[in-house]
Structure formats: C-alpha cells, structure tokens
C-alpha cells in the first residue's frame, strides 16, 4: 500500500522525522518497504556512518531551481509546428519557455491568457529525469539553440519531476498555486511503501494508517468532515435493493447525485491517486478510487440514466444473486466473461451490471454524457470473492480489500464521503438519504480482559485505566467492571476475536502500541525438557537425511503442487500414469501448480535440469509425499517417497587428479548399498527391472524379501530427450519412504573391531550366466559363518575358456576371528566349506 504523507497529514498531525515515522509503524506491524522521496530532501545522514535504517529512492528537488511559475500567454514558435514558446513569470522575472508540451496547444496564439496557467518550472541547472528515456535517467538542464531559439529551463511533466511515469503533457497546477514558491514547499511529498499484512487489511488505505500513527503518537485523529448537504430530493423511490442471499452480501447502499458534469479532478487529487498507484481517469471515477484509498471502502459509480432506460423509465431495481449456468457479462476490461455458479453479480431487471467486489460492467459505467450517478457501497463474503478473483484470473483494488474483508459498516460512510467528492469535482446536487439495504448486521466483539492477562502475557504491568487508554486510541470503546475490562471492537475492524481468541488479539494490540522493542525479556525460569521422542518416525527420516548427506548428495525441497504435463515428461506414450487422476487445487496459485504431485521423480528431475550447467557433479535426494487419490475419498493417500538423482562426473575434477569418467549404473547402486548399510538393513536383494521411466537393462528392483523397497536405473533415452540434460546418463532412484523406515530396526549390535590381523585370499569360481553376484556372494557368506569377516567382487569374467553360458566371478575374501589369530589351517578349513556349500547350492566350480 503506497501512502502519501501529504494525504496521512490531513487526518493526523505527524512531528516525526520520515526516518522515526517508518520505524515505529514498522514496530508496529506495518512494514515500511521502501520510502519514495517525491521533492523532499533526502534525510541527513547519520552521524556515526550508519546508514539509514530504510531504503530511500525518488529526487529531491532544488527549492532555487524547480518552482511554481505561470504561464501567461503561449505563443508560436516561428521555425516548428509541433513546439510552442511560453511566455513565463517564475516570480523574479519573465522568461521565455520552449516546450512541445500537446496539452498547451489549445492555449497557442490566442494572446495573453485570461487566467495564467500555474506549472512546475525547472531552471537553468535545474537535476530531473530525462521524459523521454525509458526509466529514471537523470539529467541537468543546459543552455542549447531548438529550431533557432535558446533554451534553457523547462515546465516539467511528472515524469520529469518523478511523480509518476506521466510525460504526454506538462504539469497544470491548481490555480491558487503561489507563483514563485518553491516547488518542494509547495507540493513535496514522500510515498510510504507499507507492505499490509492479512490480519491488518483495515489499514490498506489512508485512514487506517493515520489511526495507527494516531495511536502510536497519542496525535488526535481528524475524520473527514462533510461540507456538502443533501439537499437534492429524497433518494428513497427512486432505487430500490434486493439481496438474495445475504450471507454472500450482508449490506448493500445506494445514494444518487444529479448534474454532475465528468471532467479533469483537481490537480492535488490527480497527483494523490498517482502517488498511490492508481490512473486518475475523470472526477467521478476519481471520487469512487480516491474514498476507496481513504477508507477502505471500495465503491461503484452507475450511471443512473443507462439504469433507468434498462427499467423501461421506472425507477431501477438493484438485485444481488449468483450467477445463472452459462451467465455472461463483459466487464470495463472489455473481457467477456464467463461466470461459475459461485460468482455473485450486481444485477438490475435486466441482467447483470458487474461482478460484485471485482469489477463493473461495460455497458452501465460512467461516461463523458453521465449526469446521475447512483453511487453503491456494499459488504461482501470475503471467501467467495477470494474464489471469484481466482476462477476469474481478474483482480482489482476493490477485489483486494474484499477479499481481506471489509466491515459492513463502511459502506453508507464510504457513500456519503464519495457523493460529497463528487459535488466538490463535478458539481451536482446530492439526493437526501441512502437506500440501505443490512440484513445480515455484523456483530462487533465485546471482549473481557484483565491486566493480570497482560502481565502473564507480555511481563509488564499495566493498570486497567492505562490499558483501556491505550485501547481506546485504536477506538475500541471500553469500560470497567470491578477488576475486569470490556472492549468493545469499533466498526472498521473484522480480525479481533471472541473469547480466549479476542483476548489474544487485544493483548497484541498492547503489545503494539507499548513497542514490541520496548517489551522485557527473560530467561525461562525452569531449565529446558529433554526431548521426547514420541514421533519415531520424524526422527527416523532425520537418520535418513543424514545418511544420504553423508553419501555426498545435497537435499533439495520442491513444491507439492505441480501440473499433469509437467509430469507426463516422465512416462512413455501408452504408460497408465498418463491416465493416472490427479488431486486438483480449487485455486490454484497458477496453472503450472493446479494439481498436487503423483511423482517426487519429477520434481526432483526438474530441479537436476535446471541446475545441469552450473556444475561438473550433480547428487541431490529428496524426501517427501506423493498424493495419490482414493476412491470414495475427500483426501489422498499420501505416500511417501525418497528420490536420488545423478548426473555428472565420479569425481570432481582436481588440480593433482585425472579426470574421472561420468557416474553409471554401478554408483547409483553403490549408493543405494550404502543408504542400506546405513540404516542397518541386511540381506537385500537387486533384481532385473522393466519400467517406463529406466533404460530397459540398466534398471534394478530392491527386495528386501517379499517387500519391494524401491527401483532405480538410469533414465530411458526417449524420457532424458524431454528434458534438458547433457549427454551424461542421468541416474534415478524412487525408494518407498515408509518400506525403508519398516525395514530399518530400532535398535542394533555394534561389535568391537577385532585387534588381531586378518587373513586375506581370492576366491574365483565359474557358475551360470543366469545366477546374480549377490545370490553368490550370499552363499560365501553362509559357507563362512562367522569367521568371514568381508566379502568383495572384483572381477567378472566371461570367455571360451569357461565355456558359454558360465561366467566367472571373483571374489576378496577376508577372515578374522574376534578372540585369536586364524591359522592357516584354519583359513582353509574355512575357504573349504565355502566351496562346497557353492557347489551344493549353485553347482559352481573353482576356476583353475
């Protein structure tokens, strides 16, 4: 929310420094982001050499340089069609000023002006922006010859002065502008960036932040005052409300001014609302945005003759009600939208007018013909106005108040201070009343509390009177009751709640205006608990993340939202995961995450993808749920997965080192044995695997038993084409996270390393083709017992010396007893009882 201090200055006086001003509304919750300096000289610098607590931008503007001048007649420039020559008082002399300004071309050769123009004069020397480059280019004003004629100052348009981007005309200033003033004491001015939080949308407009600063200072704060009477004829008959469903639109009002006249607001209005972020367009609609800036309250300007011709010339009838199925409206966007069952419409006899909370409607807004305006402020459910906005893909400043929430007792106030804007601008004369429509009442919180509450919350000591005092600068009404104080919730507030929940709310109200720097701390009085692990599952991921860090890979952590057709990157054509439902987001953030993941895979893949040409090794892991849909069931299951993922060299290249080759198959597998180990799983099994997503012959499945822990491989070659990867093979494990936790025990025997020396020896034997490695290395171990202490392939042989068919494994064998030194005896006693159970169980064979 961008806050002029200007405009914060009519409803509270402000003594502080911009520096302390941003400061203590940011202790208070209201962060100031930035502070943009419009005129005003930069703050001094702090005299110790720290800089300054907030970011500053914006120019400053030179009181001897940049003033208010006028215009007192605008003549032809002799050698150029499209430039004119002012002729120009800036209060010490009469200059005369070059500019190609379009917005004084109606003034050219009609002699000396009836009235001078008042404009922003930049002199000889003067620092602005260059107009007519992109951005804020600074530059210096110099003596130069245009077309024959000297130049050397210039009237500036807001981009010149850094108001706004503005640079099709120069600058007219309100008439009462003192010619010769300058600029900066005139119309200086610095915008407060303040970022609102959700729970603090009452203060999205200058009267909230004024409230705050109010209560923060101990400042009275100024209301606006109404200086316009109603003095038209009663606006009851002559609209009439209708509200269908009133927990969608507990409040609905109507006022009506005639003969206005839409044309250019005022000039300090026009810069108020650029300063603010929004486009001035005429005094009506000006009227409608500038309440809203002031008040939070949103409005809607109809033009009231297009209301009455579409009731046939009778009095209009304001309806409010859901969409009809297949309901259309174009809104001032001039978008024809469709509208879901959901959305709320404000509709006359004749059809819809706008979406309500959102946006008008083309064909009743105001026009340059409007002379009646009927003026609507209204209350809607924040919930569905939230959905609009997301179905719709549509937002606006009023759709951003209403979907924070806006207290229904805003409306007629916002009605009444937009009609008397309106007169002020357009002229007119405002109709007696207001058609209002309450028939949901908003009930405002009364809440009990005691200043033993406040003690036990935030340590200090406050009485009763000086807590209702500094309630009551926030305008809660309070009062006392023995030893207990009841707040009431003013009327422009919807985020103080009931009870133990409302108590809460105002302590943090106290806390607010107290300082939260400015609150005691202590040490805790009781030394911290040991921790208890009453959720072993949580502490046995922790050991797997460790695990899998320890292994060298790096975590990474994705979003649990994505789309179906970044996922369909991973399956082949034909896979069933294409058909695969999805559990969809009723409003999703945007289209690429309007579905919660099916696959961690994915995730992670795109992660490697985006990061494949920043490093020569890529080994990342994540652990987290898929949400897969159950049948007959509002929530998914949600499965949990851990996902390796490798890409890139073995090793990191080094200056002492040989390049390695690219990671395979066999590293992915070296880590997964590892993760295993790790976690202290025995007796796992590697298997043939097939799979839409693995290379057919380079994928495996892990067993562990009849228990599946998971598969890996490397990436099939029509799936890694997807996707933008280098040409080293793109490795991938998907481990089932729960198997894994299963399967890893509680508990383990750690055993001492024996002090006596091992017995070394290489056993190679030839079996089948179809037998695996592990199952052989699984028949030493039997064979060994105890004594065998590691076994290790090192070698795979195949070749017409063992036959077709065979191949020959060789293995590193090593024994060692915990008590004594084997004897060779003992060594192949051992190795003997190895070779035989490999003959009994596999009909393997030494290879001589």
């Known amino acids: 929310m961008k806050i002029p201090l200007s405009w914060l200055r009519d409803y509270v006086e402000i003594d502080l420094s911009l520096e302390e001003l941003a400061r ?41 340089k940049i003033v208010v001048a006028q215009i007192d007649e605008v003549m032809p420039h002799p050698n150029a069609d499209r430039l004119v020559l002012c002729r120009l008082n800036d209060g010490t002399a009469e200059q005369t000023v070059l500019t190609g300004a379009p917005n004084l071309f109606e003034y050219k050769g009609r002699g000396p002006l009836p009235a001078p123009l008042k404009v922003a004069y930049a002199k000889e020397g003067a620092r602005i922006y260059d107009g007519h480059q992109p951005g804020q280019v600074l530059t210096t004003l110099k003596r130069a010859k245009i077309r024959g004629i000297e130049s050397y100052s210039m009237v500036c348009s807001e981009k010149e002065l850094g108001i706004s981007e503005e640079h099709e005309g120069i600058i007219i200033l309100d008439a009462d502008a003192p010619t010769g003033m300058p600029l900066v004491d005139y119309m200086g001015d610095a915008v407060l960036d303040i970022s609102i939080l959700p729970n603090m949308a009452r203060n999205a407009c200058v009267l909230g932040v004024a409230r705050e600063v109010s209560a923060l200072t101990g400042r009275p704060l100024r209301l606006p005052e109404r200086r316009v009477p109603a003095i038209g004829p009663a606006v009851e008959g002559l609209a ?11 409040r609905f009002t109507l006022g009506l001014i005639r003969g206005v006249k839409p044309q250019p607001s005022p000039y300090w209005v026009q810069r108020r609302l650029r300063l603010a972020g929004m486009r001035p367009i005429n005094s009506i609609v000006d009227a409608t945005n500038y309440v809203m800036l002031e008040t939070c309250q949103p409005l ?8 009455t011709r579409r009731a046939g010339g009778k009095a209009p009838t304001i309806l409010t009600r859901r969409a009809a199925p297949g309901e259309k409206l174009t809104t001032l966007d001039g978008v024809e939208r469709s509208l879901d069952e959901f959305t709320v419409l404000v509709c006359d006899t ?19 013909a409007t002379t009646d305006v009927l003026l609507e402020g209204a209350s809607w459910n924040f919930i569905n106005i939230r959905r609009t906005v997301g179905a719709q893909k549509l937002n606006s400043e009023a759709a951003y108040r209403f979907a924070r929430g ?13 009609l008397e804007r309106m007169a002020l601008w357009s002229g007119g004369q405002i109709a007696a009343g207001l058609v209002d429509a309450y028939p949901l009442p908003q009930a405002d919180p009364e809440v009990a509390l005691t200043a033993q509450d406040v003690t036990r919350a935030l340590d200090i000591h406050l009485s009763l009177e000086e807590i209702a005092a500094l309630l009551s600068r926030l305008g809660f009404t309070c009062r006392t009751e023995g030893e207990t104080l009841y707040a009431k919730t003013p009327p422009n507030r919807l985020d103080i709640g009931e009870g133990l929940v409302g108590r809460a709310d105002l302590i943090e109200e106290i806390a607010r205006l107290v300082g939260f720097d400015n609150l005691p701390y202590t040490r805790l009085a009781d030394p911290l608990p040991p921790p208890v692990e009453e959720d072993s599952t949580l502490w046995a991921e922790e050991h797997l993340r460790d695990v899998l860090a320890g292994l060298g890979l790096r975590e990474v952590i994705t979003f649990r939202m994505t789309s179906a057709e970044r996922e369909a990157r991973l399956y082949l054509p034909g896979s069933p995961e294409l058909e695969a439902p999805y559990i969809r987001l009723a409003n999703p953030i945007s289209p690429e995450r309007a579905v919660m993941r099916r696959s961690l895979l994915a995730s992670v893949l795109e992660v490697l993808e985006r990061n494949i040409r920043l490093r ?32 890139g060299r073995r090793e990191v290249p080094a200056w002492n080192e040989a390049a390695s080759g690219n990671m395979d198959f066999y590293d992915l597998k070296g880590i997964i044995e590892s993760l295993l180990d790790g976690l202290h799983i025995r007796g796992a099994e590697y298997e043939p695997a097939g799979s839409d997503i693995f290379h057919p012959g380079k994928c495996a499945r892990v067993r562990l038993g009849e228990q599946v822990l998971g598969v890996f491989g490397e990436l099939h070659p029509i799936v890694k084409a997807r996707y933008d990867f280098l040409a080293a093979p793109v490795l991938a494990a998907d481990l089932h996270l729960s198997a894994l936790l299963e399967a890893s025990p509680a508990g383990y025997t750690a055993s001492s390393v024996s002090p006596y020396p091992p017995v070394l020896e290489d056993l ?10 592990g199952q052989v290395a699984e028949a030493i171990r039997q064979g060994g017992g105890r004594l065998l202490a590691g076994v290790r392939l090192f070698d795979i042989y195949r070749g017409e010396q063992i036959g077709p068919g065979k191949k020959s494994l060789a293995y590193n064998l090593t024994y060692q007893a915990p008590d004594r030194t084997l004897t060779d005896q003992d060594a192949a006693g051992i190795r003997q009882r190895i070779i035989r159970r490999l003959e009994q169980d596999l009909g393997a064979r030494l290879r001589s």
């Open 406 to 418: 806006v207290h229904p007792e805003l409306a007629p106030y916002g009605v009444q201070l937009g």
């Open 24 to 64: 203590r509304l940011t202790m208070a919750g209201l962060e100031v982001e930035e502070i943009r300096l419009v005129g005003l000289p930069m703050p001094p610098a702090n005299p110790t050499g720290i800089p300054h607590e907030f970011n500053y931008t914006g120019l400053s503007w030179e009181p001897d």
């Open 350 to 368: 004749a059809g819809a007018l706008s979406i309500a909370g959102v946006m008008g409607g083309a064909e009743s807004e105001v026009t340059e």
């Open 764 to 773: 190679a034997v030839v079996v089948d083709e179809a037998i695996p490695a």
């Open 240 to 250: 009439r409300i209708e509200i269908s469903e009133p927990e969608y639109n507990p």
């Open 300 to 307: 809607h300007a109809f033009d009231y003759g297009v209301l």
């Open 616 to 647: 020569d090794r890529l080994a990342f892991f994540e652990i987290g749920p898929v949400f897969l849909p159950v049948e007959g069931q509002t929530l998914p299951d949600e499965a949990g997965r851990v996902v390796i993922a490798l890409s």
